[in-house]
């Protein structure tokens, strides 16, 4: 299982405590340090199965001053993620065939 994790916000910190809690071995993904790439992160889309515009943190300034009002294509948004990760919600949990986002925290418990 990986945890797509930023560890400056208590959201993700919470989740990865209730993997860690809950004893699955579980590889952390520093996506802020370690930007993923669109392929990875189009692979994480879809195993949400949402679209990716539902995957944005849209209260982000990056988003509001270079995005808010503008009509992306889908791998558009997804390039703008690429390339500010910060506006990707977190944390996000992804097993082999599934993922969740972990808002609540407690909606990772789905996937354990």
Same mark, same amino acid.
């Given at each position: 299982?990986?945890?797509?994790?930023n560890p400056r916000c208590s959201k993700s910190r919470q989740g990865l405590a209730i993997?860690?809690?809950a004893k699955v071995e579980v590889e952390i993904i520093n996506y802020i340090k370690n930007p993923i790439s669109f392929e990875e992160l189009?692979? #994480?889309i879809d195993k949400?199965? #949402?679209?990716?515009?539902?995957?944005?943190?849209?209260?982000?300034?990056?988003?509001?001053e270079n995005f808010k009002h503008k009509t992306l294509s889908e791998k558009?948004?997804?390039?703008a993620m690429v390339a500010f990760?910060?506006? #990707?919600?977190?944390p996000i949990v992804v097993d082999d065939n599934s993922a969740v986002i972990g808002r609540p925290p407690e909606k990772i418990e789905e996937l354990i």
């Amino acid at each position: 299982m990986k945890i797509y994790h930023n560890p400056r916000c208590s959201k993700s910190r919470q989740g990865l405590a209730i993997l860690q809690d809950a004893k699955v071995e579980v590889e952390i993904i520093n996506y802020i340090k370690n930007p993923i790439s669109f392929e990875e992160l189009s692979d #994480i889309i879809d195993k949400l199965d #949402i679209p990716a515009i539902d995957l944005v943190r849209k209260n982000e300034a990056i988003w509001k001053e270079n995005f808010k009002h503008k009509t992306l294509s889908e791998k558009e948004i997804i390039e703008a993620m690429v390339a500010f990760p910060k506006l #990707i919600e977190r944390p996000i949990v992804v097993d082999d065939n599934s993922a969740v986002i972990g808002r609540p925290p407690e909606k990772i418990e789905e996937l354990i």
